[in-house]
Nanobody, 127 residues
Framework: QVQLVESGGGLVQTGGSRRLSCAAS????????MGWFRQAPGRQREFLAA????????SYADSVKGRFTISREYAKNTVYLQMNNLDPEDTAVYYC????????????????????WGQGTQVTVSS
């Protein structure tokens, strides 16, 4: 069973940067496609970024394209979300998600395509 542990959340000022990490265990990391989502109070869970099990096909939501970057480090079984130029509208609980795919170049942007979720990490952007 894959388990995900997120870290890196916290308080950041408008215009600042933050890097979130998500460590995966329980399965070869190269078998797992990864994604990042967020949920703000009173809003639906929102797709942010995704990357395939082989590290191809990074996908981004329009709302974060050019500001957020997803990457993965196989030696550490970890996926990252680098967030730059943060805005108070980015305040939310951020979740990483995993889908067991085997070796593939495909990434996934729909929350329903992921069966494994982390516990979430809060990011608060102050104005």
């Amino acid at each position: 069973q894959v388990q995900l542990v997120e870290s890196g959340g916290g308080l950041v000022q408008t215009g600042g940067s933050r890097r979130l990490s998500c460590a995966a265990s329980g399965r070869p990391f190269s078998d797992i496609a990864m994604g990042w989502f967020r949920q703000a109070p009173g809003r639906q869970r929102e797709f942010l970024a995704a990357i395939s099990s082989l590290g191809y096909s990074p996908s981004y939501a329009d709302s974060v394209k050019g500001r957020f970057t997803i990457s993965r480090e196989y030696a550490k079984n970890t996926v990252y979300l680098q967030m730059n130029n943060l805005d108070p509208e980015d305040t939310a609980v951020y979740y990483c998600a995993a889908r067991i795919t085997g070796l593939t170049r495909s990434s996934f942007t729909d929350a329903g395509e992921y069966s494994i979720w982390g516990q979430g990490t809060q990011v608060t952007v102050s104005s």
